[in-house]
Structures are given as C-alpha cells and as structure tokens.
C-alpha cells in the first residue's frame, strides 16, 4: 500500500464502516421486537401538552407507541438535577429536544444496531432470535412479560417498565435479556446521536488536528483466478509464498518478532486478518472505528453476558488501539512465574528476561519523564496524596513526547504512540519483511507423517528443563489462509464477496502465531492440535467501572481543556489483596462515549438520558482486578469466531469491589459532585445542594458548580464527617456484583496458549515451541503462565523479543 498524502484539511480522511450484514438470521417480526425494546431503553421522551397532568392525555395511541410522555414536573426535575452539575448546561428548550429526539428514526443509530446484531456470533443472536421469537405470541408474551398482549404491540411505557421488571428479577435469564437490550442500545447510541455530541461538545478529533507521518507499507498482492471471487474455493490454485518464517498477527508479540527475526537477515511474511489505516485516517469515528479495529465490532460478550471484552483486530493489533500505557512485569508475578509448578521457566526471574524488557521499552521510548496528567489522571494522584495511598505516573511509549491523546482507542492520528504499526512493522519492513493485510489464516500446515524424522535427540532437544517427553512431533511447514483485497479505491467497507479473494499458502520453515489470546488458541485447535491446555487458562483482567461528575467543564476526550493522555497514573494500594500478589489497580479510562456510556447505570430512559447529557463533567475509571479464577475460549460451533466462557469468581469479584468502594473515595477526596458505580442496586451518590428554581431554566453561563457552592471545601476528604456519603459507600461496598446482573469488562486477555515446563501443564515450552511440534511457536499473551497485573504491552513485547531471539539461538 502506498504511502497516502496527509490531507490539506485539519480532519482525518473519512473511513467508512461497512454496511450491516443482511438481516435474515431475524424475522422481520423478530427486527420489530428487539427495535420496540431499543426503542424503551432510549426513547424519544415529550412532555405532556397544556399541563395536563396525565402524560397521555392528548396523545393517540401511535404517540405513545413511539414516545415516553412524562408530566411537565418529571422533566424540569430532571433538568434541575442536569443544571446541578453541568458548568454550561443547555437551554430547557435544547433538553427537551434532545430527549424529544427518537433514535430509531436516525439512520446512523439504525444502521450501527443493526452492525452491531451481525457481528455477534451466529450462536449468539440464534439465542436471541429464540427470546424474541417467544415474545411475539400471546403465551410467550405472558411468560415473558406477564402480559397477554405481545411486547411489541404495547406501549412505550409498559416496554419501559418491563425491562426494569427484567433488571430485578430472581431468573438469570431476564437479567441477561434486560442487559443485552440496554447494551445494544446505549453503544449504538453513544457514536451516533448528533444532539448529544452538539450539547456535549464531542468530537471525533481535535480541532487542531494534523496527522503524524505515514508509513509505506508495500503490502503483497494477488492476482484473481477464474474462481477467487468465488466462495467455494475448494478447486482453486493458490498463490504460493515461500519464505523463512511466516508469523500470524501483526500485534504486539508478532510486531516485536517480525523485526528482531528480520533484521537478523532471515526472510519473514507477515499476515494479519484486520487492515492498516494510516495517522491520516486515524481517529476514526465511533462506528467505523468499532467495526474495523476491533474483534467482532468490539461486541464482544463472554456467553453470561456479564464480561465485555475488547480486543484489537486490525494492523498493529492491541498496540493501534491501546492507551500507551507501559508498565512492565513486577518483580512478585516474575517470580511466581520463574517458579510455576515443575520449574523450566526460570528465566523470567533473571538478567536476560530483564534485558529484553528494556530493549523494547528503549525501542519505543518508554518513559513517565514526558507526562502531562490530564483531569481523571490528576484526580488518581492528587486524592490518593489526600488520603494517604501510593499513586505514580504510569509510562507510556511515545518516544519522548507529551502524547495529547483522548482519542487512541480508536486509532492515534498524531502517530506517537509507537506500537507495532509505527515502530516494530516498519523496521521490519525496511530489513526485508513481507506484509500481507486482510489475510485470515485457516490452519497451520505440517509436513506428512512420512515426511516426519524420527529422531529422538530432536525430539528432546528443545526439552529444556522438561520431563524427558519423548512423543513423536509434528513439523509445521506453513500456513494457508483466504485473503480479501480492499476495493478498487483502496476501501475495505464493501462486502467481502465483491472483492478479489484468493486462498494463499506460505510455505515455511518456522511458524510463529501471534494471533492473540482470543484467536490463537482457535488457530492451533482447527490445525489439529489436542493438548488440551488450548484454549483454557484464560484470564481477563476483568475490571470494576465506576463514573464520576466534577464542578468543571471536563471534556475529557480533549487536550484543550486539560492536557494529557488516557491512562497516565495508576494507584498501587491495592494490588495484593490477598496476600498473594491478587488484588486491583486504580486506572484512568478511555473517555469515547461508546465506552463511557456503555457503563453508565440505566435505571429509567429519562434518568438514563439526563445523566448521559452529564457526559462533559465526567470522569471515567476502572477497578482492574489481577484475576486468581480463569475461563475460556473456544470456536462459535456455526461461524468458528471466538467464543469467551468467563465467569468472575467470587474471590476475584470482591476485589473488583473493593477498588471501587476506593475509587470512590478518591473522586469525593477530589470534589465530585456525583458517583455512579456499575453495581446493580446502586444508586449515584450525589453531593451537592439542589440547584434553586431561578437558576434552572434557561440559558445560563454559569451553575452552583461555578464556585463550587454545591462543595464543601472543608469537608473531610475521607467523607468521615458526610453521613449520606458513608451510608452510600456501605451500599456500594456491600453489594453484589455477580453475574449475570453486574457487568465486568475486559481489555486484556491472556494465558489460553499457556507457557509451562511440561506439555501436562500448557500449550508451549520455555521457548515458545508448542509441544509435541518442531517449527511451531505462539509468542503473543495467550502463552502468560497466569495473570500479568498489569497493561501487558511490554510484558508480551519482551517476551516475544525473548522468543524471538530464543529462535535465532536455535539456528
């Protein structure tokens, strides 16, 4: 691909997300009862006209199908509890239409659920079709609902009022249904409602905005055959690529891998399934963002429904959307790894291992000496100082420079934050690496038994430290997979079947699978493979979210406001809850609305709409529990894609918890004017005077917020003298959050490929080398002896290098 000019205009180059996959999995009765579901979750909410106190009064029956009329009082009170903590609220007549607004009748809304839906794993939604296949008969409308009359026929507020039903109930399944619905709607509405942007003052880039640089990657390219556009591909001629080592997934571990093995002089290709996007395309907006550079759209679910989990898919994996976050392994998990059962993996406790973690920081830049702390990232360090905890600036790998970024998760458009796309791919490319984009392999090639050497000392000679495991091995050879082109203007939004499609073989002499913890586990189990440690161990980090509203104009997607990038402090205190080195970290998150919002409790569609129009005084923040307990992944039994079975265990739970009873603490010691924790059960927290009546209707320029008259500043940072507060954190502190009513999510996955002494305890030795394989190597997270506790980017980069070197070593 073609280096592409930077654009004249102050805007990233538009990226246009593909239309949704057609529908046909759903009935169109099916369609109109899930969009009558939606449409409760975020609906169009009107007041009731000439003050009549029965919100229905003067409306027929199709108004109240498609709109939730509440009284003249429920919407000034809202408006009050709005003006109470925004600094620039909106007019009362700008609120009103901006709860008026209905999002099924937006295009961009319609289009993204419907995104969404398609992306999901066909298991998944055969689930769900089966839920709101039983909603449309009058029995299954009554088990469901309690009503004869099916869902979609009544009205608004009755929907409105059985998701809440559903939210309570003693079944698991209503909690799951009432979830899911809540969830598709609030992430297809957050990118796509244009009033909330305008009143929020949300963009999708900076104002300032000029791209970073651009690489020149010279991806490879395949000519069509008589069939190659065609699905059925069984009788077509591959293209063919003979090379030294074909490594599967451009993320952190492959990036790292590619260019310590190409510059060592070695012949190396590349694949990856996702694309590349240039800084000059980079931060895409919400939807397009969600579909191209995550798996699955980033709806990914685990098969409770209470874990979300995002994972880079595109080129560059993790490391194009992660938050430049670089802490490296502590010292405790280093040696808990160094010791794992068995021993033969004592490396990860000596000089060595730590010369590699410093190589890839010293490649990258990695330090904390260039960090501006933005609002959220000051509120960590400055409360924990209040209240006596430890907090630190958390590094970042930008070579240097004060990264200004609130906006990476969806691509860095300045281009400083050099991950894989930006540093370790383009040094590989200029010492002779190959790349191949839209590449999804389907399995590892190995040699013929009769091609196989039988050679005991071969066979035992990459058991170091093992036991003596003599089983006949199995050498890859290569890999083949089916590759899809951009279109003819270099896009990648049109459907796949209308683009050159080709299957490709890569021939080689050393496969290293860099696919992820998600993906490859998958690849190993459709080549063949039976240990079965594949796929199992995994852990997720799963974090605890809890979401704070200050007395300042916020914005903290920006860096006009306040500076500074995402994630740029953590707090420490609570890293070992248990004495074995299992507890949480206090972090700063991503503010994109998608995934603020995402968190933000829904209680009531009025409720929810008003706390969302607080966006631009919030703060966004996560418990990130190093988790003891894991689940797995497997393949969807219809469509192959990765399929998450995760469960938070009590013991890993009551940490999530217990960082956010302290988060908590730490947004009061800082001023906040409203708490809102993703508990189920628990209300925001609001500490503030109710705003006067000459205050709240209008256009005002300025709120109580103003001069923090709503804010004791002599309070107690502790809340010890704030009885309502302390009654609140015993709530929030005494709740359950288990599954399936509580929510987690997760943006590390790791172990599923675990790295052990012996092939009785995981998936690839101390080299990387899969067990009872020749030429097989994994050097991604899945191969974590168990959780990293922390952003693992450097922890996956150093040991890629080491594997990667490990493998040279081995020549």
Not at 258 to 279: M, N, Q, R, S, T
Not at 397 to 404: K, Q, R, S, V
Not at 566 to 571: A, E, F, K, P, R
Not at 801 to 808: F, P, Q
Request: charged content about 20%.
């Amino acid at each position: 691909m073609a280096a592409i000019t930077a654009p004249l205009a102050k805007a990233p180059i538009p990226v246009q997300a593909a239309e949704p996959e057609p529908g046909d999995y759903f009935t169109d009765l099916q369609w109109e009862v899930l969009e009558s579901l939606i449409d409760a979750v975020v609906p169009a909410i009107v007041v009731a006209s000439d003050g009549n106190s029965d919100p229905g009064s003067a409306l027929t029956a199709n108004d109240t199908h498609k709109q939730l009329v509440v009284t003249e009082e429920q919407c000034t009170d809202a408006y009050d509890d709005l003006v109470a903590t925004l600094k620039r609220p909106p007019t009362y007549d700008q609120f009103k239409e901006f709860l008026a607004a209905r999002p099924l009748d937006n295009p961009r809304f319609h289009k993204q659920l419907r995104r969404i839906v398609g992306q999901t794993p066909k298991s998944v939604r055969k689930r769900l079709g089966g839920a709101l296949d039983l909603m449309t008969r009058r029995t299954g409308s009554l088990l469901a609902t309690g009503y004869w009359t099916p869902l979609h026929q009544q009205g608004l507020d009755t929907r409105e009022a059985i998701i809440k039903s559903w939210q309570n109930a003693w079944t698991p399944v209503w909690p799951l249904l009432a979830k899911t619905f809540c969830t598709l709607a609030r992430v297809s509405w957050a990118p796509t409602d244009p009033l909330f942007h305008k009143l929020s003052a949300y963009t999708d880039h900076v104002d300032d905005y000029i791209p970073g640089s651009e690489v020149d990657y010279r991806f490879l390219q395949f000519p069509p055959t008589a069939t190659s556009t065609s699905h059925d591909n069984d009788d077509e001629e591959p293209a063919v690529i003979k090379t030294d080592i074909v490594i599967v997934g451009s993320g952190c571990g492959g990036g790292v891998a590619a260019k310590v093995l190409a510059e060592a002089g070695h012949k190396v290709v590349v694949v990856d399934k996702g694309y590349y996007f240039p800084p000059s395309h980079l931060p895409m907006a919400g939807e397009a963002g969600q579909q191209l550079l995550y798996e699955a759209g980033g709806s990914l679910q685990a098969t409770n429904g209470a874990t979300s989990l995002l994972a880079g898919s595109c080129w560059g994996g993790g490391g194009t959307v992660n938050w430049s976050a670089s802490l490296a392994p502590q010292d405790f998990v280093r040696r808990e790894w160094a010791g794992e059962p068995g021993g033969g993996l004592a490396f990860f406790d000596t000089p060595a291992f730590q010369e590699s973690i410093d190589r890839v920081c010293e490649t990258m830049g990695v330090s904390d000496e260039h960090v501006r702390q933005n609002h959220g990232n000051r509120v960590l360090l400055d409360g924990a100082e209040k209240l006596g905890w430890h907090a630190k600036a958390c590094p970042q790998n930008t070579g240097g420079n004060e990264h200004y970024c609130g906006r990476c998760s969806l691509g860095c458009g300045s281009g400083e934050k050099q991950g894989p796309a930006v540093n370790w791919l383009p040094a590989a490319q200029k010492a002779g690496a190959q790349f191949i984009e839209g590449l999804s392999v389907s399995e590892v090639l190995f040699a013929d038994d009769d091609d196989e050497e039988d050679d005991e000392d071969e066979d035992n000679e990459d058991n170091e430290g093992g036991s003596g495991h003599e089983k006949k091995k199995r050498r890859a050879i290569g890999v083949v997979g089916r590759w899809t082109a951009r279109d003819k203007n270099g896009f990648v939004h049109s459907p796949a079947s209308e683009r050159v499609q080709r299957t490709v073989r890569i021939e080689a002499k050393k496969v290293i699978v860099a696919s992820g913890s998600l993906n490859s586990p998958l690849l190993l189990m459709r080549s063949g493979l039976k240990n079965p440690h594949i796929g199992k161990n995994l852990h997720i980090h799963p974090c605890g979210n809890l979401t704070a509203a200050f007395p300042e104009d916020v914005k903290g997607w920006e860096v006009q406001s306040f500076p500074g990038g995402i994630l740029t402090s953590v707090v420490s205190d609570f890293e070992n809850l248990d004495g074995h080195g299992h507890g949480v970290k206090l972090e700063a998150s991503s503010m994109l609305p998608h995934m603020v919002l995402f968190n933000l409790p829904w209680h009531s569609a009025l409720q929810w709409k008003t706390d969302a129009l607080k966006f631009r005084a919030m703060n966004a923040y996560i418990s990130i529990a190093r988790d003891r307990d894991t689940g797995s992944v497997f393949p969807d039994p219809h469509d192959g894609r990765p399929v998450v079975d995760y469960a938070i265990s009590d013991f890993d739970r009551a940490h999530t918890l217990a960082g956010l009873v302290a988060l908590a603490k730490l947004c009061y010691a800082q001023g906040a004017v409203e708490i809102w924790p993703a508990v189920p059960g628990v209300p925001s927290f609001k500490r503030r005077s109710e705003p006067s009546s000459s205050s709240s209707r209008g256009n005002r320029e300025s709120s109580p917020a103003d001069d923090e008259e709503n804010v004791d500043g002599n309070q107690d940072p502790l809340g010890d003298d704030d009885p309502a507060f302390q009654a609140w954190l015993r709530v929030l502190g005494t709740a359950n959050n288990s599954p399936p009513r509580a929510q987690h999510a997760s943006a590390h996955q790791m172990g599923t490929c675990r790295m052990s002494s012996s092939p009785e305890g995981g998936v690839v030795n101390n080299k990387g080398q899969v067990w009872d394989t020749e030429g097989l190597y994994v050097a991604d997270a899945s191969v974590f002896p168990s959780a990293s506790g922390v952003n693992p980017m450097i922890t996956v980069m150093a040991i890629a290098d080491w594997i990667a070197r490990g493998i040279l070593a081995d020549q």
